[in-house]
Protein backbone atom coordinates (compact mmCIF):
# COMPACT_ATOMS: atom_id res chain seq x y z
CA UNK A 1 0.00 0.00 0.00
CA UNK A 2 1.54 3.60 -0.88
CA UNK A 3 1.40 6.76 0.92
CA UNK A 4 -0.80 8.07 -1.28
CA UNK A 5 -3.67 5.00 -1.39
CA UNK A 6 -3.10 5.52 2.20
CA UNK A 7 -3.67 8.73 2.66
CA UNK A 8 -6.77 8.79 -0.06
CA UNK A 9 -8.53 6.60 1.79
CA UNK A 10 -7.83 8.30 5.43
CA UNK A 11 -8.23 11.91 4.52
CA UNK A 12 -11.84 11.96 4.47
CA UNK A 13 -12.63 10.11 7.51
CA UNK A 14 -10.22 11.84 9.00
CA UNK A 15 -12.36 15.25 7.45
CA UNK A 16 -15.42 14.21 8.60
CA UNK A 17 -14.34 12.79 12.26
CA UNK A 18 -13.10 16.25 12.59
CA UNK A 19 -16.27 17.83 11.93
CA UNK A 20 -18.11 15.88 14.47
CA UNK A 21 -15.76 16.44 16.87
CA UNK A 22 -15.77 20.06 16.07
CA UNK A 23 -19.56 20.22 16.18
CA UNK A 24 -19.80 18.41 19.46
CA UNK A 25 -17.51 20.53 21.16
CA UNK A 26 -18.40 23.74 20.11
CA UNK A 27 -22.45 22.61 21.18
CA UNK A 28 -21.45 22.10 24.41
CA UNK A 29 -19.24 25.51 24.84
CA UNK A 30 -21.88 27.09 23.18
CA UNK A 31 -19.88 29.00 20.50
CA UNK A 32 -22.33 30.25 17.61
CA UNK A 33 -19.53 31.78 15.08
CA UNK A 34 -19.31 30.62 11.87
CA UNK A 35 -15.19 31.80 11.54
CA UNK A 36 -14.57 30.21 14.99
CA UNK A 37 -16.39 26.74 14.06
CA UNK A 38 -13.87 26.76 10.69
CA UNK A 39 -10.89 27.74 12.27
CA UNK A 40 -11.51 24.73 15.01
CA UNK A 41 -12.72 22.53 12.76
CA UNK A 42 -9.37 23.00 10.64
CA UNK A 43 -7.11 22.79 13.32
CA UNK A 44 -8.59 19.38 14.18
CA UNK A 45 -8.91 18.14 11.00
CA UNK A 46 -4.93 18.94 10.66
CA UNK A 47 -4.57 17.34 14.38
CA UNK A 48 -5.84 13.87 12.99
CA UNK A 49 -4.24 14.11 9.98
CA UNK A 50 -0.70 14.44 11.94
CA UNK A 51 -1.92 11.43 13.90
CA UNK A 52 -2.56 9.78 11.72
CA UNK A 53 0.44 9.75 9.89
CA UNK A 54 2.22 9.15 12.94
CA UNK A 55 0.28 6.02 13.56
CA UNK A 56 0.78 5.01 9.84
CA UNK A 57 4.24 5.23 9.93
CA UNK A 58 4.52 2.74 13.21
CA UNK A 59 2.32 0.78 12.31
CA UNK A 60 2.14 -0.31 8.64
CA UNK A 61 6.29 -0.07 8.24
CA UNK A 62 7.29 -1.04 11.61
CA UNK A 63 5.06 -4.12 12.14
CA UNK A 64 4.68 -5.37 15.66
CA UNK A 65 7.57 -3.19 16.41
CA UNK A 66 6.39 0.08 15.72
CA UNK A 67 2.72 -1.36 17.95
CA UNK A 68 5.36 -1.06 21.16
CA UNK A 69 7.05 1.95 19.93
CA UNK A 70 3.70 3.90 19.20
CA UNK A 71 3.05 2.82 22.92
CA UNK A 72 5.85 4.43 24.31
CA UNK A 73 5.28 7.77 22.04
CA UNK A 74 1.82 7.71 23.28
CA UNK A 75 2.71 7.72 26.63
CA UNK A 76 5.40 10.52 26.05
CA UNK A 77 2.82 12.30 24.73
CA UNK A 78 0.45 12.11 27.40
CA UNK A 79 2.77 13.63 29.58
CA UNK A 80 4.37 15.94 28.12
CA UNK A 81 0.64 16.99 26.83
CA UNK A 82 0.11 19.67 29.84
CA UNK A 83 -3.44 18.53 30.69
CA UNK A 84 -3.25 19.24 34.40
CA UNK A 85 0.27 20.92 34.96
CA UNK A 86 1.88 23.05 33.03
CA UNK A 87 5.42 22.40 31.51
CA UNK A 88 7.42 25.52 33.12
CA UNK A 89 6.61 23.76 36.20
CA UNK A 90 6.77 20.29 35.58
CA UNK A 91 10.71 18.74 35.94
CA UNK A 92 13.05 19.55 33.46
CA UNK A 93 12.97 15.90 31.88
CA UNK A 94 9.47 16.55 30.75
CA UNK A 95 10.35 19.87 29.21
CA UNK A 96 11.02 17.44 25.30
CA UNK A 97 7.07 18.26 25.45
CA UNK A 98 7.84 21.69 23.70
CA UNK A 99 8.36 19.93 20.42
CA UNK A 100 6.20 17.07 20.38
CA UNK A 101 2.67 17.25 18.48
CA UNK A 102 -0.08 17.28 21.34
CA UNK A 103 1.47 20.32 22.97
CA UNK A 104 0.81 22.45 20.30
CA UNK A 105 -2.39 21.02 19.93
CA UNK A 106 -3.68 21.73 23.34
CA UNK A 107 -2.50 24.79 22.75
CA UNK A 108 -4.12 25.57 20.08
CA UNK A 109 -7.36 24.10 21.34
CA UNK A 110 -7.12 26.60 24.23
CA UNK A 111 -6.32 29.76 21.89
CA UNK A 112 -9.70 28.51 20.22
CA UNK A 113 -12.04 27.76 22.47
CA UNK A 114 -10.91 30.22 25.05
CA UNK A 115 -9.22 32.83 23.29
CA UNK A 116 -6.44 32.72 25.13
CA UNK A 117 -3.07 34.04 24.25
CA UNK A 118 -0.58 31.98 22.10
CA UNK A 119 1.19 31.21 19.33
CA UNK A 120 -1.27 29.80 16.99
CA UNK A 121 0.85 30.55 14.11
CA UNK A 122 3.91 28.53 15.66
CA UNK A 123 1.24 26.15 17.08
CA UNK A 124 0.20 24.91 13.25
CA UNK A 125 3.29 25.61 11.86
CA UNK A 126 4.92 22.40 14.18
CA UNK A 127 1.81 20.65 13.45
CA UNK A 128 2.32 21.25 9.55
CA UNK A 129 6.04 20.61 9.53
CA UNK A 130 5.14 17.31 11.91
CA UNK A 131 2.83 16.43 9.10
CA UNK A 132 5.61 16.98 6.21
CA UNK A 133 8.27 15.08 8.24
CA UNK A 134 6.31 12.11 8.85
CA UNK A 135 4.60 12.38 5.14
CA UNK A 136 8.15 12.05 3.68
CA UNK A 137 9.48 9.29 5.89
CA UNK A 138 6.44 6.92 5.21
CA UNK A 139 6.81 7.52 1.30
CA UNK A 140 10.46 7.17 1.61
CA UNK A 141 9.79 3.70 4.12
CA UNK A 142 7.05 2.46 2.24
CA UNK A 143 8.77 2.46 -1.12
CA UNK A 144 11.57 0.84 0.95
CA UNK A 145 9.11 -1.71 1.85
CA UNK A 146 7.28 -2.03 -1.33
CA UNK A 147 10.66 -2.52 -3.17
CA UNK A 148 11.75 -5.65 -0.65
CA UNK A 149 8.84 -7.49 -0.57
CA UNK A 150 7.88 -7.23 -3.79
Known amino acids: MAVDDAMKSVSPFAFIISLIYSLIVLWFFG ?29 INLGVLGNSLLTVFVVLLLASATFQLALELSPTFYRYGYGLPLYHIVNGARHLLFNSYSNFGLNIGVLVAYFAAFWILALVTSADWLRINF
Not at 33 to 54: A, D, E, K, P, Q
Open 31 to 59: IHSGSLFMRYWMFNWLSIMVFGMIVFLFT
